[in-house]
C-alpha cells in the first residue's frame, strides 16, 4: 500500500467532510461520491487495503468509541430487541441471501451464497447514529440501533468464518457451528471484560491523564488481537473491554474522561471518512475485477440490485414482526392485569418496593410505537464490515484451487454497500422529520428532574458539614455564597460575580469538594438502578467541564 496515497486519501476525505458539514450534508454519502468521480481520473492508482488492515486497525477503535460512550446499563436495558436485530436478524438475512442468490444464479453453490449473505448482513449504524443525534430521534431508537451495531459484527463474522471454513477447507476451533458461535461469543465476552479490569488497575496506578488515554488506544487493539488468536469473537471482545472501562470511568480524574472523549471523537471522523472513501475509490475497480474474472458485468450487477433489495425488504419484516411480538406480550401482560386480582396485588408490591428503594417504576412491556419502528427498519445502511468482509475472502483453497465466487461477492457487497447508503442514508433524515416521532422530552425531564434530586441531597450534605465545622480561613459571607451556588442545581462551578469570592483558593477547593459529592451520589444511584443511565451520563459530563473550569483557576494562582 502507497503510505502517500493513503495519506492523500485521508486528508482528501476529511476535507470532503467539512465541507459537507458546512453545508448541512450527509459527508459519508457526499464522501462516497466524491471518491467514486475522483476513481475515474486517468492515473488515480488503486488504493490496495488489506483486510486485516480494515478489520484490525479500523474496526476496533471505532467499536470501541461505540460501545465507551454507549454502556453496560443502556445495553441491557434494550437486550431483547438489540440481540433480535444484532444476532437473529444477521442470521436470517444471511440465509434469506443465500437461498436466493443459489436459485438465481446458475452453478452458484448454496455455501457460496450463504457466504455471500454472511458478507452483506451486518448494518453499520454510525451513519444512522450520526443523522439520529441530528434530528433528535428518542433515546431508546438511538440505544437500540447502538446496541445493534456492537453484536452484529460479531455474528456476520463469526458466521463468516464457517462459510469461508466450510468452502476453503480452512481450520476452525470446533466443526459445530453452534458450538463455534457459543465459543467465540463466550470466550471473546469474558476476555474483553478481563482486559477491561486488568486496565482499570493500571489505570489507578498511572496518575497520569496522558498515559491513561495512551493505555485506552492501546486496549482494543489489544482486546481484538489477542482474541483473534485465540479464535474468539474480536469484536465482542473490543464492546466488553469498552463497558467494563466505561463502568469505572468515574474512577478516574476529570482530565482524563474529558481527553479521552476528544480523542476517540476525532478517531471517528478520521476513520470513518477513510472507509467512505475508499468504498467509493474501489468502486471503479471492483467493476475491473469483474471483467476480469470473465464474468458478465451487466448480470452481476443486476444480482447485486436484487440483494440490495432483498437485504431491504428483510429488515422491515423482521421489524414489523418484533414490533408485533411486543404489542402482543403488552396487550397479554394487560389482559391478564386486568383479569387477576393476586396478579395486580404483586405487581402492587413489586412497584412499592422499587419505590421505597428510590428505584423508578417498571415500564413492563413497551413495544416500540410504529413511527419507531418505521426508522429502524429504514437504518440498515451496510458499512466497514461489508467491505471488509469482501475483501477478506482467500484467493484459493486449502487445495491450491481458485476460490470461485470470489469476484462476485465482492462486486454484489459493494453494491449493497453503497445502494444501501444511497438509498437508505440519503432519505433517512426526510423519512425522520416525516414521521414527527413523538418527543421523549417528558421522560427526560422526569429522568433529569431524578438526578437533579440526588444532586441536591448530595449538595446539602456538603454544605450542611461545611456550616457546622468551616474550613479554616472561610468568611461567612463566602460561606453564604457558597450555600447559593450550591443551591443552583449542576451549576455549581458556574463563574460568580465578586473577585474576592472568585480569588480564594478556599471557596475553589469548596467547589471541587461539592462536584465531587455530586458525581459519587449520582453514579451510586444509576449503579443501583434508581437513575436513568443517559441523564447520569450527560450530568457526569457537565461536572467535568465545571471541574476543569475550577482546577484550572486553581493552578493559575500556584
Do not use: C
Not at 496522558?210 to 485506552?216: C, D, F, Q, S
Not at 468515574?250 to 468504498?279: C, H, I, P
Not at 436484487?306 to 419484516?317: D, E, F, K, N, Y
Not at 444501501?420 to 422530552?441: E, F, V
Amino acid at each position: 500500500m502507497d503510505i502517500v496515497l493513503l495519506f492523500v486519501v485521508l486528508l482528501g476525505a476529511i476535507g470532503v467532510t467539512a465541507l459537507a458539514k458546512r453545508k448541512g450534508l450527509q459527508p459519508a454519502l457526499i464522501i462516497v461520491v466524491v471518491g467514486f468521480g475522483v476513481s475515474f481520473i486517468p492515473g488515480v492508482p488503486r488504493l490496495a487495503v488489506s483486510s486485516e488492515l480494515i478489520l484490525g486497525v479500523v474496526l476496533p477503535p471505532l467499536l470501541y468509541s461505540a460501545a465507551l460512550n454507549f454502556s453496560m446499563f443502556r445495553f441491557l436495558r434494550n437486550l431483547r430487541p438489540i440481540l433480535g436485530l444484532g444476532v437473529s436478524l444477521v442470521i436470517i438475512t444471511a440465509i434469506a441471501v443465500g437461498f436466493v442468490a443459489s436459485a438465481i444464479v446458475p452453478g452458484l453453490a448454496l455455501g457460496t451464497a450463504i457466504l455471500l449473505g454472511a458478507v452483506v448482513a451486518p448494518p453499520d449504524a454510525v451513519t444512522a447514529a450520526a443523522i439520529g443525534n441530528k434530528l433528535g430521534l428518542p433515546r431508546r431508537v438511538m440505544d437500540i440501533l447502538t446496541g445493534e451495531s456492537l453484536v452484529n459484527d460479531a455474528a456476520a463474522l463469526t458466521l463468516f468464518t464457517i462459510a469461508v471454513s466450510a468452502i476453503a477447507g480452512t481450520h476452525t476451533l470446533f466443526a459445530n457451528p453452534v458450538l463455534l458461535f457459543a465459543y467465540a461469543a463466550i470466550v471473546g465476552a469474558l476476555l474483553g471484560v478481563a482486559l477491561g479490569v486488568m486496565a482499570n488497575i493500571l489505570r489507578r496506578f498511572l496518575g497520569n491523564a496522558g498515559l491513561e488515554t495512551v493505555l485506552g488506544i492501546m486496549l482494543p487493539f489489544a482486546a481484538y488481537f489477542i482474541a483473534e488468536q485465540l479464535e474468539a469473537s474480536g469484536v465482542l471482545a473490543v464492546v466488553f473491554a469498552a463497558f467494563a472501562v466505561g463502568g469505572a470511568n468515574n474512577r478516574v480524574g476529570y482530565q482524563t474522561r474529558l481527553q479521552e472523549k476528544q480523542v476517540w471523537s476525532s478517531f471517528d471522523v478520521l476513520l470513518e471518512a477513510f472507509v467512505f472513501a475508499y468504498m467509493g475509490l474501489q468502486l471503479r475497480f471492483v467493476v475491473g475485477d469483474v471483467v476480469e474474472a470473465k464474468l458478465p458485468v451487466g448480470l452481476v450487477f443486476a444480482l447485486g440490485g436484487v440483494i440490495l433489495l432483498l437485504v431491504m425488504l428483510v429488515r422491515p419484516v423482521f421489524v414489523s414482526a418484533l414490533y408485533a411480538q411486543g404489542a402482543l406480550q403488552k396487550r397479554g401482560f394487560e389482559k391478564r392485569r386486568a383479569g387477576s386480582k393476586r396478579f395486580r396485588q404483586r405487581l402492587e408490591r413489586a412497584a412499592a418496593t422499587r419505590r421505597n428503594r428510590g428505584r423508578p417504576p417498571r415500564r413492563d412491556f413497551e413495544p416500540m410505537t410504529v413511527p419507531e419502528a418505521v426508522v429502524v427498519s429504514w437504518a440498515g445502511m451496510r458499512g466497514v464490515v461489508t467491505i471488509a468482509a469482501a475483501g477478506a475472502i482467500p484467493l484459493s483453497t486449502n487445495t491450491g484451487e481458485a476460490f470461485l465466487g470470489r469476484a462476485l461477492i465482492q462486486a454484489v457487497a459493494f453494491t449493497v454497500a453503497v445502494g444501501t447508503l444511497i438509498i437508505q442514508g440519503a432519505t433517512l433524515p426526510a423519512l425522520i422529520r416525516r414521521l414527527r416521532l413523538p418527543s421523549d422530552d417528558a421522560t427526560r425531564r422526569e429522568n433529569d428532574a431524578r438526578v437533579l434530586e440526588v444532586v441536591r441531597a448530595a449538595s446539602g450534605r456538603v454544605v450542611a458539614e461545611f456550616t457546622s465545622s468551616p474550613p479554616p480561613g472561610i468568611a461567612p459571607e463566602m460561606l453564604e455564597q457558597f450555600r447559593m451556588i450550591a443551591e443552583q442545581r449542576t451549576k455549581a462551578a458556574a463563574r460568580q460575580e465578586g473577585p474576592d469570592l472568585e480569588g480564594s483558593a478556599v471557596f475553589d477547593t469548596l467547589l471541587l469538594t461539592l462536584l465531587r459529592a455530586q458525581r459519587e451520589a449520582v453514579l451510586a444511584e444509576r449503579n443501583r438502578g434508581t437513575l436513568d443511565p443517559n441523564a447520569v451520563d450527560t450530568l457526569i459530563e457537565r461536572l467535568d467541564y465545571q471541574e476543569a473550569a475550577v482546577a484550572s483557576r486553581i493552578e493559575n494562582r500556584l
